[in-house]
């Protein structure tokens, strides 16, 4: 499990997962869709609760999660008001701003864009992302290596968030420790990552 420097918090719990790690009991998750499409948690503990990419929870006890094999992962969270988000952002979900609809969320929840703390995860990397034409223009670029971690970050900052944390591996490059939906296929595994809200 890899945790973020900047979501180290008594008051939280949270883990990126490997691809041999144990998700944690009673979680709640959603249908992912590939959309930017954000739930919110509030009374709903320990069950999937729709379809979408995201989930915003403010409760004490809900232990949020997604899962990627590629896609980027992505804890989010709030210290003043104790508020955790978790995404889920492969091309569509980031071309579609998941990042940017996720801080909203947190924002209708009381939180300030400035107190929020972004970690995002091990995803493919632009080492290893090649896209094509069709995928490129999403982001207004041409066919090449795309690097889906740092448009993420730019999105987070462009939120007014500053407490950016990111990680620097890539998926594809790494099999003994993640999962890669690009290597591995219709074989690839899905790994979690979790925020949960403690006290
Ligand atoms: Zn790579």
Redesign the pocket.
Known sequence: MIVAPNLDFPWLTHGFGLRDSEPPAGLTTVRQIHSALVLDACGRKGEQIGEGDAIVSAEAGVTIGIRTADCVPILLADPVRRVVACAHAGWRGTAANIVGSTIQEMLQHGSLAADLCVAIGPS??????EVGQEVAQQFGREAGFLDLKAINEIQALEAGVRKIWKSEE?????PKRFFSFRREKEQAGRMLSFVSRVV
Do not use: E, L, M
Request: positive net charge.
């Open positions: 493919i990397g632009s080492c290893c992302y890539c998926t594809f490059c790494r």
